[in-house]
């Protein structure tokens, strides 16, 4: 688990403006850092004590790993999400994200590898959440719902609803309710996370040849939006996001092969 020390070193990618996602996740890959999670930087929001970065934080939006795999079998339709080692739209930008702002898929990725269905599904890290368990808000008939988490009165860790919240907002169980404390403390009431409606997810697998998932990324609002978490669908191909990473921002001439220097328009972060 990253420590509260660890977090003081957090920083947003590009550190100016914003970029779409494949652009922002080829950033990160290219300079070698890790992308945080929700609960990080949930935590991070906190703890920092820089008090530039804590607003920056605070009130920057952006693509969080923990995209939501949808999957319809003798279970029902089931919700999982994977650690960011296992995101499949990080781990594979270039597809995920050109099926993500296409027209056609209207905003879907769909896995169609049975192995790679597999990696996520028998993962014990990954949060497996049946809807028969998820109550969400929303018309039969909408693509998305939501559930709400109040800060002061956070579901309890027995629902579904109160361990989907603890995967987004804490790094532990134990620090769930000390997080939602603060949060309330910051004047967050009330935090709504996003997901598909079930009989979406089920006609578009059904209309969908050969797809064994369908994913959606996720989106982090800031304390501004009340740190919702969102689908991330109408922000693909923006050039407003940001990828909250760990660590320092690396001059790539470091880590590069000797024989390759690309130019600066090809990547921003070089020889700065």
Known sequence: MISDEQLQRIKIIPERGGKDLLDCIKDVNYLGLKPLESADITKSRMVVDDKTLKKKLREGNGWVPNSRIYTVGDAGVMVHIPPADLDPVFNNPEE???????WMTKGNYFMKSKDSIDAIVNDERVLHAPYSGIALIGREDNEEGQFVVQTA??????????????????????????????????????IRVYFLMENYIRNVLAGQKDAKALVRT?????????????????????????IFVLGPVIHKKEILEPSYRPKWRDNPFYNR
């Not at 027995?158 to 403390?185: C, D, P, Q, V």
């Open 96 to 102: 995920a994200c050109f099926e993500l702002g296409a």
């Open 153 to 190: 009165n956070p579901p309890a860790l027995e629902t579904w609803e109160g361990k989907i919240a603890r995967k987004h907002f804490a790094r532990t169980e134990r620090e769930f309710y000390g997080n939602m404390k603060m949060l309330s403390e910051s004047g967050i009431e009330n």
């Open 218 to 242: 996720c989106w982090l609002n800031s304390f501004k939006f009340n740190s919702d978490l969102v689908d991330g669908k109408n922000y693909v191909n923006q050039d407003v996001g940001h």
